[in-house]
């Protein structure tokens, strides 16, 4: 096995410093740092993971915190895990992937296993009850998700607000004025889950504002929760002509549903989803949508992590602008 000591002798100086190439410690001149670099892809050393860990008091590893409830797309979640883990190597660091329900007693666990370097935590409700706890951890912290009150944690997340104004926004700019509002499940709401409420305030708050008759409806992720779900919508809003629809889940049954219902897309009734950008593309009926950008969301999450790792930095909430695409499934209302 190549040790650290080999690849000093290789490139002609101490141990020590090639210790500090790899940890970044101490300033190391180019010239130097070069030459450790080469003797390492020469040799093919691979730093020892527990030693480097002892050494630097870090794991190496972050902890993802997004409990698995059945009322979450999984397929959504698996695209903001799949971007964390791949920016997390860019860091040399490992993802730990934690599923389950625990609340603030899991976290104080994870925290005094000193598993982890820092924790990305997803499904932020409103009035989050780990707050306290993730202020205690002495250990950098990211929400993917935007309390009431975020205070000194630093948050990541899209606009939902903003994206909520924008759905209605682009529906009332074609002619609609009844439309409705398919969201998540009631489970979702119940909970208070952070982007669901905020999406809901900024569809209705615009739909005053442009005086466009609207209502919202939330919907379980299942065939026959969608079909009594259209049945609420069509039998309180008989004039409607425009669906937003927040509920990645149930995107293909809806189009399924409209259609055995006679509905035609876009000239009877018009469709804006709220999804990742692959699912809008998906279906039947490519989708007008407005993005979920996962990819964007977990690397920025890690990026942000790592920087209040290694210095510190201030705590942040950074909203991304939504994004809308218009794909053929939104057009004038009919006359």
Not at 63 to 72: I, S, Y
Not at 79 to 102: G, P, S, W
Not at 114 to 126: G, K, S
Not at 194 to 220: D, E, H, I, M, W
């Amino acid at each position: 096995m190549v040790t650290i000591a080999d690849v000093a002798r290789a490139a002609g100086v101490s141990p020590s410093t090639v210790s500090y190439v790899l940890s970044g410690r101490r300033s190391i001149s180019e010239d130097t740092r070069r030459r450790v670099q080469h003797s390492i892809s020469e040799l093919g050393y691979h730093p020892n993971a527990g030693a480097r860990a002892l050494a630097s008091s870090r794991t190496n590893v972050l902890a993802l915190v997004v409990p698995l409830r059945t009322d979450l797309n999984v397929p959504v979640v698996m695209q903001f895990v799949a971007a964390t883990v791949t920016e997390a190597r860019t860091y040399d660091h490992d993802v730990l992937l934690l599923t389950k329900n625990e609340g603030p007693d899991g976290l104080r666990r994870i925290a005094a296993s000193a598993i982890a370097d820092a924790l990305i935590v997803m499904d932020v409700e409103t009035s989050e009850p780990r707050l306290p706890v993730l202020r205690s951890l002495h250990r950098p912290v990211v929400l993917i998700g935007v309390p009431a009150d975020p205070g000194d944690l630093t948050c990541v997340d899209l606009d939902f607000t903003a994206a909520g104004a924008a759905s209605v926004t682009h529906l009332a700019d074609l002619g609609h004025r009844e439309i409705a509002l398919i969201g998540p499940s009631p489970a979702v709401y119940k909970r208070g889950t952070s982007y669901a409420g905020r999406f809901l305030r900024g569809f209705r708050q615009t739909a005053t504002k442009r005086k466009v008759r609207a209502g919202s409806f939330p919907c379980a992720p299942s065939y026959d929760a969608l079909r009594a779900c259209l049945d609420d919508v069509f039998a309180e809003h008989p004039g409607v002509t425009g669906l937003v629809v927040h509920n990645e889940a149930i995107l293909g049954p809806l189009l399924s549903e409209l259609n055995r219902r006679g509905k035609q897309i876009p000239q009877d009734i018009s469709v804006l989803a709220v999804c990742p950008e692959d699912m809008a593309e998906a279906q039947s009926v490519q989708l007008t949508s407005i993005a979920i950008p996962a990819a964007e969301l977990g690397s920025l999450a890690v990026e942000m992590a790592m920087r209040r790792l290694d210095d510190g930095g201030q705590a942040e909430v950074r909203l991304l602008s939504p994004r809308l695409t218009e794909r053929g499934s939104t057009g004038p209302a009919p006359s």
